[in-house]
């Protein structure tokens, strides 16, 4: 079955700065790959997705690269603001039909002021 | 729309128990799910429908028995509760033709 790594598990940025966590998945079936941010006690919240025909999406100060070839993707957040600071988890899945839907540990991020 | 719905919101239960976390969506999605998040970890699957009286295991289904007679509700039953399932559950929805899934806001479990 699919496998999806995910780095760093905590990572801390001053407010303005970027950052940048990354995934690995293992399954080259696996064609969509949203991206989840989750604030502490609340429910998991899509932010982001790409699909496997795509190499880079962007939404404001949010993007999303896909390397199929080394099945790697990545979130960039720019300009880092205090209500960013969440936990952040990728996923992959197969688009179509049930989507099983295989999702990483999370990282969590600190914006400090 | 009140979106995905669960409850109860948390929940205390004695090694042995039986109880039912109960979804709800009212955006007549077909596709259902059924996700446990431990501690610092990520989402794992329980079980999953793909329509009324349509229902599948996923990655970690020992211990939980879904039903889906409806397309608004799939409860989830756990029949004899052991500590591993302290958890928190979450209940998530997709309509067919997109792949965005919706989830609940969650069912905190305590099994002591």
């Known amino acids: ?113 | 729309n009140a979106g995905v719905t669960q409850t109860p919101k948390f929940r205390i239960l004695k090694i042995g128990q039986s109880m039912t976390l109960q979804c709800a969506q009212d955006m007549n999605h077909n596709y259902m799910y059924w996700y446990r998040q431990d501690p610092g970890m990520g989402l794992k699957l329980i079980y999953y429908s793909v329509g009324a009286g349509i229902t599948d295991k996923g990655e970690v289904p020992n211990g939980y028995n879904v039903s889906r007679s409806t397309t608004e509700d799939f409860p989830l039953r756990l029949e004899l509760a052991a500590p591993s399932q302290t958890s928190v559950y979450f209940c998530a929805s997709r309509d067919g033709t997109q792949e965005t899934q919706y989830f609940g806001p969650g069912t905190r479990l305590l099994v002591l």
Do not use: M
Not at chain 1, 12 to 33: H, L, M, P, R, W
Not at chain 1, 72 to 95: G, K, M, R, W
């Open chain 1, 1 to 113: 079955g699919e496998n999806v790594e995910q780095h760093p598990s905590t990572l801390s940025v001053q407010e303005g700065d970027s950052a940048v966590i990354k995934c690995t998945y293992s399954d080259s079936a696996s064609n969509y790959f949203p991206w989840y941010k989750q604030e502490l006690g609340k429910r998991p919240q899509l932010i982001i997705d790409i699909r496997s025909n795509v190499g880079e999406k962007k939404d404001q100060r949010i993007a999303v690269t896909l390397n199929k070839t080394a099945k790697h993707f990545s979130l960039h957040i720019t300009e880092t603001q205090p209500e960013d600071s969440a936990v952040y988890f990728c996923a992959a899945s197969n688009a179509g039909g049930y989507q099983k839907v295989t999702f990483g540990t999370g990282t969590k991020l600190q914006v400090i002021p």
